[in-house]
T-cell receptor, first 114, second 114 residues
Framework: SQTIHQWPATLVQPVGSPLSLECTVEGTSNPNLYWYRQAAGRGLQLLFYSVGIGQISSEVPQNLSASRPQDRQFILSSKKLLLSDSGFYLC?????????????FGPGTRLTVL | AQSVTQLGSHVSVSEGALVLLRCNYSSSVPPYLFWYVQYPNQGLQLLLK??????LVKGINGFEAEFKKSETSFHLTKPSAHMSDAAEYFCAVSVTSGTYKYIFGTGTRLKVLA
């Protein structure tokens, strides 16, 4: 069966510091991968998605970036965090080639920027 | 362009009462629709989805939803609320333009009163 992991589970970082959040998927090959952000009391905002290694689509221009160095690894990064980057970050995956397929979510990372 | 509207950011019901969470969508093509549940500080879990075929969809935990094209609705119901149903619920529509994206509603927080 497929599983999705995210780490760390929680993170407190000062403004201006770098960020690296990692997501890995097990039990499937060439998944579509997604990064979402959920701010307090808000819905889910799609940040990036990837349909293959090195293929990243950005939905919202901001100081975040994403990379996919391996088939089942998706990384969210920032060089300098802003207060507005605080939130709950969710990674998700879906089957390759099916744009309408179910997305399965990881447990999330709670980021607080102080 | 597709969109999703969830009416009521907060809904309270008594234990044992009917749960009704509303979702309306806008789509120029036949939509694929999803309901997810999120418990505090956790990722999203799929409750049910509609793709094609039967318009009444049954999901996990006793939930079901009915796709009504004429009303552009996909409301979520459960005949009898349980305390464990307290969570946030998200409706989503799949963007069928081949871009592998969902559009999420802003969520409805369900409170179950003893």
């Amino acid at each position: 069966s497929q599983t999705i992991h995210q780490w760390p589970a929680t993170l407190v970082q000062p403004v201006g510091s770098p960020l690296s959040l990692e997501c890995t998927v097990e039990g499937t090959s060439n998944p579509n991968l997604y990064w979402y952000r959920q701010a307090a009391g808000r819905g889910l905002q799609l940040l990036f998605y990837s349909v293959g290694i090195g293929q990243i689509s950005s939905e919202v221009p901001q100081n975040l970036s994403a990379s996919r160095p391996q088939d089942r690894q998706f990384i969210l990064s920032s060089k300098k965090l802003l207060l507005s980057d605080s939130g709950f970050y969710l990674c998700a995956w879906s089957m390759s080639g099916l744009s309408t397929d179910t997305q399965y979510f990881g447990p999330g990372t709670r980021l607080t920027v102080l | 362009a597709q969109s999703v509207t969830q009416l009521g950011s907060h809904v309270s019901v008594s234990e044992g009462a009917l749960v009704l969470l509303r979702c309306n969508y806008s789509s120029s093509v036949p939509p694929y629709l999803f309901w997810y549940v999120q418990y505090p500080n956790q990722g999203l879990q799929l409750l049910l989805k509609y793709t094609t075929g039967a318009t009444l969809v049954k999901g996990i935990n006793g939930f079901e939803a009915e796709f009504k094209k004429s009303e552009t609705s996909f409301h979520l119901t459960k005949p009898s609320a349980h305390m464990s149903d307290a969570a946030e619920y998200f409706c989503a529509v799949s963007v069928t333009s081949g871009t592998y994206k969902y559009i999420f509603g802003t969520g409805t927080r369900l409170k179950v009163l003893a």
